[in-house]
Antibody, heavy 119, light 110 residues
Framework: QVQLVESGGGVVQPGRSLRLSCAASGFTFRSYGMHWVRQAPGKGLEWVAIISKDESDKHYADSVKGRFTISRDNSKNTLYLQMNSLRVEDTAVYYC????????????WGQGTLVTVSS | QSALTQPASVSGSPGQSITISCTGTSSDVGGYNYVSWYQQHPGKAPKLMIYEVSNRPSGVPDRFSGSKSGNTASLTISGLQAEDEAEYYCSSYTTYSTWVFGGGTRLTVL
């Protein structure tokens, strides 16, 4: 069965960097696009970024463009999110999600990792 | 990209039907049949309930159905059950090659 396990969250000061990872199993990772979505405490879902299966195409939400970078290592079945110049408003649970082929749908989600940006 | 518009809350009694609306623009909901719905219980990850406007993934009860008219999509849950009580989010692919979510709707089963 599909399993997505996020890691790398924690407490970080404003302006610093953090890298999240998402380990995938139970499907052919290299064949699917992957997303990051976040949810601030007590708030709704916010889409963050998508990367195509071969890393050739990436898109970002305006709120993170220029600060966050999505990447993947298909040899390690792992998705990454490099977060630079972090702001207090980036505090959230970050989820990775598998895209459903040819459907532009976030099909399966991990359990999330909490990032807290605070001085 | 503005969030899609959902009612903050809806409620219904067991066995009844409820409908949650999701209003966007011609750049998202109205422009593509890539609307999906997610169920989220407190402290849990979202779960896909409907994709491509009206399709149910394997394992999702047929009490859940979706539709779309113009810039508004809808999720209908018939035969409400206690376990349906959760937060529901709509989402759409957009013309900017991004995705946008609704603000979420809290479903209370009375």
């Amino acid at each position: 069965q599909v399993q997505l396990v996020e890691s790398g969250g924690g407490v970080v000061q404003p302006g610093r960097s953090l890298r999240l990872s998402c380990a995938a199993s139970g499907f052919t990772f290299r064949s699917y696009g992957m997303h990051w979505v976040r949810q601030a405490p007590g708030k709704g879902l916010e889409w963050v970024a998508i990367i195509s299966k071969d890393e050739s195409d990436k898109h970002y939400a305006d709120s993170v463009k220029g600060r966050f970078t999505i990447s993947r290592d298909n040899s390690k079945n792992t998705l990454y999110l490099q977060m630079n110049s972090l702001r207090v408003e980036d505090t959230a649970v970050y989820y990775c999600a598998k895209d459903r082929s040819n459907s532009w749908t976030l099909e399966y989600w991990g359990q999330g990792t909490l990032v807290t940006v605070s001085s | 990209q503005s969030a899609l518009t959902q009612p903050a809350s809806v409620s219904g009694s067991p066995g009844q039907s409820i409908t949650i609306s999701c209003t966007g623009t011609s750049s998202d909901v109205g422009g593509y049949n890539y609307v999906s719905w997610y169920q989220q219980h407190p402290g849990k990850a979202p779960k896909l309930m409907i994709y491509e406007v009206s399709n149910r993934p394997s394992g999702v009860p047929d009490r859940f159905s979706g539709s779309k008219s113009g810039n508004t999509a809808s999720l209908t849950i018939s035969g409400l059950q206690a376990e349906d009580e959760a937060e529901y989010y709509c989402s759409s692919y957009t013309t900017y090659s991004t995705w946008v979510f609704g603000g979420g709707t809290r479903l209370t089963v009375l």
